[in-house]
């Protein structure tokens, strides 16, 4: 598994969609929301984000948060919130293929990387969307990003 260092992931005008969800079913929520968004009035500018808000990664339901970069301008409602700048800085990153039921595997690899080499880990893990897939399965390809410290003390 390759490992890069000193990543930067930079958007600006996006969508910030929380929700309650499995991890298996985020890559068909994606799926939806970017066929849907031109219902809104928006149209996709750039790579979709999601993180999930809690430290677990089991197959349970958790908290996510899924951005979508956007052209237009977005109005907040009760089923959504905006994020004028979403920036990840310093951050460690390595590329998932396959299914997301079995990205805890690779997050923990990372992890793993980030331990050994003594970093100091100061975010969630970050996932971009870079192939969702026509099955959702193992034809999806995620770039997976935790935000390290600059300083070492």
Known sequence: MQYIQHM?????NL???LTNIKKADIPKVIQHIH???SALGFSANGRFIFTFKENDISDETHSAEILIP????ITPSENY???????LVNAVMTRHEGSVSDI???????KDYIQKNN???????YYVVVRNGDTFGS???FEVYIGINYNSL
């Open 8 to 12: 930067n992931v930079y958007a600006e």
């Open 15 to 17: 969508i910030s969609y």
């Open 35 to 37: 066929d849907n968004l």
């Open 70 to 73: 956007v052209k237009g301008e």
């Open 81 to 87: 919130g905006k994020k004028p700048i979403f920036r």
């Open 104 to 110: 805890s595997r690779t997050e923990t690899a990372l």
């Open 119 to 125: 970093y100091e880990p100061i975010t969630n893990a």
């Open 139 to 141: 034809d999806c390809i």
